[in-house]
């Protein structure tokens, strides 16, 4: 593998591999306001909530890596301590991208982008019309990370309020991801959209204990039929399969009486465990009865 060294590799090198690497990261679009009531807009990805009780939202304001100055965000919440930060999803990410050029201080970003300032509720910057939800925010605290190019300004945000588009609330009040379409920022120019095809459910309670790999058949860990996607499925199974149940199949499935006498059925036994797998998840433990059958039966 490629060794990149923070202390060797030029900063602008270092700085795309490490936005590139760890992504998607979920975009802030921060409104701020300054002393003299001067609105601003711009978009951060290095973003994440980091705590529901209370409520902390956590973005860094990065200093610029070619000249090392700092932006107009970070003054104005050291300034006025508040701030809201938007979500960006399919339907405005074009015009966040007008709002991140570096536009002279003074300079409106909701004029540039052409996307509209509301009023808050509770704090004085402006909430974006056009996005889906937005989150009013008490700066709590400004961490520096650093002084030279590429260094952060960790900005600590209690979430005061919330206001979310009830378009994208489903039928049991939760938010549809595929109806809020957000963007997600990966390195250089790129984005992922999140929704459509690139959502996927992955069932798995944390709460419940699992069989874990460690108690699959080894012929299952040594299948080179199963991906480790697969192999996860079946290690995050709550229990094993008896094998009454597995021999139970050679009444109840055609297909298996069919695999079984056939030439290599363990084999064969594997993919069709594995085509059940990738096609239902819900099935996980009927593909494991398969996949185990393969153990009883044939060793």
């Avoid at 990065?62 to 339907?91: F, H, P, Q």
């Avoid at 405005?92 to 709002?99: D, F, G």
């Avoid at 300004?153 to 994208?168: G, S, Y």
Wanted: aromatic letters at 6%; a neutral charge; charged letters at 25%.
């Amino acid at each position: 593998m490629k060794i990149i060294d923070p202390k060797t590799t030029p900063r602008f090198d270092f700085h795309q591999y490490i936005v590139g690497a760890v992504a998607p990261r979920p975009i802030a679009f921060v409104s701020t306001i300054d002393r003299d009531g001067i609105a601003n807009l711009a978009p951060y990805s290095f973003f994440n909530a980091f705590s529901s009780n209370p409520p902390v939202l956590v973005f860094s304001s990065n200093r610029r890596v070619a000249d090392n100055t700092t932006k107009d965000t970070l003054a104005n919440v050291r300034e006025t301590g508040e701030a809201v930060i938007n979500a960006v999803n399919y339907n405005i990410v074009r015009q966040m991208a007008v709002a991140s050029v570096q536009f002279p201080k003074g300079v409106s970003e909701f004029a540039k982008s052409g996307l509209t300032p509301i009023p808050s509720d509770l704090v004085k910057p402006f909430r974006v019309k056009e996005s889906p939800i937005h989150m009013e925010c008490k700066v709590k605290d400004v961490i520096t990370l650093g002084d030279k190019g590429g260094a952060g300004h960790l900005i600590l945000c209690e979430m005061l309020r919330m206001h979310i588009d009830e378009k994208v609330i489903d039928e049991r009040g939760r938010i549809d991801p595929h109806k809020l379409d957000l963007m997600g920022r990966l390195g250089r120019s790129y984005y992922v959209r999140a929704s459509g095809s690139a959502i996927h459910t992955i069932p798995q309670a944390v709460e419940k204990m699992v069989i874990g790999y460690d108690h699959l058949p080894e012929g299952v860990k040594r299948s080179k039929v199963f991906t480790g996607n697969n192999i996860g499925q079946l290690a995050g199974l709550p229990e094993a399969p008896t094998r009454e149940e597995c021999l139970a199949l050679k009444d109840a499935d055609n297909r298996v009486r069919e695999i079984l006498a056939s030439a290599n059925p363990k084999e064969h036994l594997h993919q069709y465990a594995k085509q059940i797998l990738d096609e239902n998840d819900e099935q996980r433990m009927l593909a494991a009865k398969i996949a185990w059958l393969a153990e009883s039966s044939l060793d």
